[in-house]
């Protein structure tokens, strides 16, 4: 009854549904839910070792069969500019006076790493049916290795000119990722975030100008959401926001609350967390330091400043300084388990298209 199953086809799933690998917020318990669920798991392995991988994976393995997705970053190596880190730990030093904390102790090291060599290696040895990019794509040899293994390959796509290039590259699919969506913009063709267009604008015109099946992100947290994406020419959705309501996201009290009480203007795109563009929910360094800040050090070497600020605000339930990663449709989020919501969605969604379809069962463009 789905208008298009390409994506369903290419990567062995029941719903045209993949929950977004969100680094740090998502572990092996969401994965499993959404794929036994019928739905494509996504774990987000730019935060982990080797050894995590290895763990988290393991466990997947055991308690589900289903076709997983593995997500790594691909930014370029930060370079060290030990001036920059200085006169950004200055801009933070108030805080730190503030919080009780000492402004000369050594920053936290930072654990966002590129894909390389030892993540290929464990991709060889899982096989995962999917696996994804953000921020483009790996080196050459890299990818071959990964597609040797029969994993289908996605990233994400902010623009045309990206899409066209990742398909150029040989992804099997391609995600469009729209303004709207929470966490790091994928962007890797451009550093200009002010011309991003959202889901609404992005997706047809990516589908337009690729052979291969689209997925839509950004703003989709409900069936009415898929629908449209169908009716804008994706193949699937991915949904970020929505899974971080579930019991199993690995969220903070304070972002859970954070969560519960935004609206469709509370989050704004910021690099005072990571140094690169993401978009959350607007707090108290937000709102002082950037949200866009010229003194921020490369990605992601401005994480690990903040990092004590945010522990130390938490242990007092403040959410001042942490990253409260958000799409700007978080208000349509339900407290649901994660397979709970997955099949509800996917349900809802057909409802809503058996209403609009035609008679040979197509849904009108």
């Excluded at 499993?32 to 935060?47: D, H, K, Q, R, T």
């Excluded at 030990?82 to 009780?100: F, V």
């Excluded at 242990?315 to 919501?341: C, M, R, V």
């Amino acid at each position: 009854m789905w208008p298009d199953r390409r994506i369903q086809d290419l990567l062995g799933i029941e719903l045209p549904i993949i929950q977004a690998p969100m680094a740090g917020s998502v572990g092996s318990e969401i994965v499993i839910a959404v794929s036994e669920a019928g739905g494509l798991g996504s774990l987000p392995c730019a935060m982990l070792s080797p050894e995590q991988m290895r763990n988290e994976l393991g466990i997947i393995r055991q308690r589900t069969s289903r076709p997983i997705n593995l997500n790594f970053f691909c930014h370029q190596p930060a370079q060290a500019d030990p001036a920059r880190e200085t006169t950004w730990k200055q801009r933070l030093e108030s805080y730190y006076l503030e919080l009780g904390l000492d402004p000369q102790a050594p920053v936290p090291a930072v654990a966002r790493a590129p894909f390389d060599s030892a993540m290929c290696d464990l991709v060889q040895e899982f096989r995962p049916e999917v696996v994804s990019f953000h921020f483009g794509l790996p080196e050459r040899a890299l990818l071959e290795r990964v597609k040797a293994t029969g994993a289908k390959i996605i990233s994400s796509a902010t623009t045309v000119d990206e899409a066209r290039w990742l398909e150029d590259q040989g992804c099997n699919a391609i995600i469009a990722q729209g303004y709207e969506a929470g966490g790091h913009r994928g962007v890797f063709l451009t550093d200009d975030i002010s011309t991003q267009a959202g889901t609404m604008a992005l997706v047809p015109q990516v589908v337009d100008a690729v052979r291969v099946p689209v997925i839509a992100a950004g703003g989709i947290a409900d069936a009415r959401g898929i629908v449209a994406a169908f009716v804008l020419g994706a193949s699937a959705v991915q949904i970020g926001t929505a899974y971080l309501f579930c019991p199993e996201a690995k969220v903070s009290a304070v972002h859970r609350e954070a969560l519960k009480r935004a609206k469709d203007n509370d989050t704004v795109l910021t690099n005072v967390f990571t140094g690169r563009p993401a978009r959350g929910i607007v707090n108290r360094i937000v709102r002082e330091v950037g949200p866009m800040s010229e003194l921020a050090p490369q990605f992601p070497l401005a994480s690990g400043a903040v990092s004590p600020l945010r522990t130390r605000a938490e242990a007092a339930g403040s959410g001042d300084f942490s990253p409260l990663w958000s799409g700007q449709a978080a208000a349509l989020g339900q407290n649901l388990p994660a397979d709970e919501l997955t099949r509800q969605l996917g349900s809802d969604a057909l409802a809503i298209l058996s209403r609009f379809a035609l008679a040979d069962g197509s849904i009108p463009t």
